[in-house]
């Protein structure tokens, strides 16, 4: 039932959850209808279309028991192979897939909203919905698994939800289940762990030993995950080849901007790319001690008052915190180290919790100011603030599908990356990587050498020039550029030369041997075939 102050906030027809949740599916649907249309895109390759474990007999098993797969998220890995058996390389399927995946997430958290704090359900599930910052994970196809792991995350919510209501232990177990399959699907939703003690206090103020004891089993599967994470992000993604040159200091001021910096984004929808440009951390700066220390003061004064505001405010803002903790810089994330402090995706699990702290801060501020206003102005407000749900709804959904345009194909996709940030010299690289691909050779040597501009160490920019200029019999050249792609990533040059020409070490070694230079090749190169 709608409390009177809630009611000011919708027109009567909205009052019907029927007609929410259509409302709610409309929405997604025609926001996210454009993406149906879009090619694959960066990643994909790895993920779907060039994946041969997903295309082998024995994909299943592979995908299961190996890591053949580039990270070991076997559930979002299965999907993918059982999709491919149904349409192969066509892309849409796979968009389908996506959009019906975030739908039903809204739907999830529309529901389990309803069972916590009715009265900004429909507002949180909307945001959810057509939130632009939420199109970089619906939109494209790698981060399938941001959505299958919410889709277990929420599941699980609602399990423990109805435990915590009838202390059957059905609902544990069924937890438990969701919880598992949510590791599964990608391990950062290993955050669940701080649900059961979080909500308990949220509901009694306390938190009891039962409490924790039930979290014991949670924790433990959390931190296996998390540790074999840890382990193949490091070494079979390549975060431990990057140093990650942030002092601890350095790494505090970059956590409480990171903290902000979604929150910003969420509040003001109006600047979102690919990657980020990185900001200037320095310690001698002291203002830039205020965003860490803005976080500090932040937790302790929703602490303090948390009898006027409520508890929940407070379990939101630390469950935010603890949800991005492994996105905040302290820990070796690849994308992080190589490309940019801050993604889009890496928060699609946190936005639940965000929403819902925005939605009812803002509810909290409305409830101050309602007997004032309604009294005088009952019909100006009621139009105002519908007006404004429209307003906010419709700027987001355009915004959103603006940017859905930009995944449309890999040449969109890094094109609108450079237009937003042409700082971004993976965009340059990746581009050079593409026409090289449609042998438009002379634009990709551009394209390269403004990577290399960017990022001196961008090693497999050298890699591709020194390749072209060995086949376009600029040997010199040629040379020149396989000394800086050794100087760039040193005893890996040669594996990556394999990849990108075969029999471009072959010349390697005439090169030297004619010019009598020491050679710079590792012993199993050495050899002539």
């Not at 999907?79 to 997430?105: Q, R």
């Not at 929150?263 to 109006?270: A, G, K, S």
């Not at 603030?385 to 969109?412: E, W």
Request: proline share 4%.
């Amino acid at each position: 039932m709608v409390s009177n102050k809630s009611s000011v906030l919708l027109s009567p027809v909205f009052h019907s959850k029927k007609f929410q949740i259509v409302f709610i599916i409309f929405c997604a649907f025609l926001v996210y209808l454009p993406s149906l249309y879009n090619d694959f895109i960066w990643d994909d390759d790895s993920y779907v279309y060039s994946n041969d474990t997903i295309k082998s007999p024995d994909g299943l098993h592979d995908i299961w028991f190996s890591h053949k797969t580039p990270q070991y998220y076997p559930i979002t890995f299965t999907s993918f192979l059982i999709e491919y058996a149904l349409w192969h390389d066509n892309p849409c399927g796979y968009h389908v897939v996506n959009v019906l995946l975030h739908i039903i997430n809204a739907c999830l958290l529309f529901f389990i909203i309803q069972c916590l704090y009715p009265r900004v359900a429909f507002f949180v599930a909307l945001l959810f919905a057509v939130h632009p910052i939420q199109v970089e994970t619906v939109a494209w196809i790698t981060e399938r698994k941001n959505l299958l792991s919410l889709l277990f995350f929420l599941s699980a919510t609602t399990q423990y939800i109805k435990f915590n209501q009838t202390e059957k232990y059905r609902y544990y177990t069924c937890m438990c289940i969701f919880f598992v399959c949510a590791l599964l699907s990608k391990s950062i939703s290993a955050c669940f762990v701080f649900v059961p003690v979080l909500y308990a206090w949220w509901r009694t103020g306390t938190v009891r030993r039962k409490n924790i004891l039930l979290s014991l089993p949670l924790l433990f599967i959390g931190l296996i995950s998390a540790l074999h994470t840890s382990y193949l992000e490091l070494y079979k993604v390549g975060a431990y080849k990057f140093d990650w040159e942030l002092s601890i200091f350095e790494r505090v001021i970059l956590a409480g901007r990171i903290f902000w910096f979604y929150i910003y984004q969420i509040c003001l929808p109006i600047n979102f790319m690919t990657f980020y440009p990185n900001w200037d951390i320095n310690v001698s700066v002291l203002w830039q001690w205020l965003f860490p220390c803005s976080v500090i003061v932040a937790a302790f004064l929703l602490f303090y008052y948390r009898k006027i505001l409520g508890r929940g405010v407070v379990a939101l803002f630390l469950f935010y915190g603890i949800s991005i903790f492994p996105v905040l810089g302290f820990l070796k994330v690849f994308p992080m180290i190589r490309f940019s402090y801050v993604a889009d995706h890496f928060t699609y699990l946190s936005t639940p919790a965000l929403f819902l702290l925005i939605c009812s801060s803002v509810l909290f501020l409305w409830d101050t100011i309602y007997d004032r206003l309604y009294i005088r102005y009952e019909r100006e407000v009621r139009t105002f603030l519908v007006a404004m749900v429209i307003v906010i709804t419709f700027h987001m959904a355009l915004t959103s599908v603006a940017l859905i345009q930009g995944y449309r194909n890999r040449f969109t996709f890094w094109e609108t990356l450079i237009k937003k940030n042409p700082k971004a010299w993976m965009g340059y690289l990746s581009l050079g990587f593409d026409y090289y691909a449609l042998d438009e050779k002379e634009h990709a040597v551009e394209l390269f050498k403004q990577a290399i501009e960017l990022n001196p160490a961008c090693e497999l920019a050298y890699l591709y020039l020194a390749c072209h200029y060995y086949k376009t019999e600029h040997y010199d050249a040629s040379f020149h550029y396989w000394n800086k792609a050794v100087a760039s990533c040193g005893r890996r040059a040669p594996d990556l030369a394999c990849f990108v020409q075969p029999e471009f070490l072959d010349f390697i070694r005439r090169y030297q041997k004619e010019k009598d230079l020491e050679t710079r090749l590792p012993k199993k190169y050495n050899q002539e075939k």
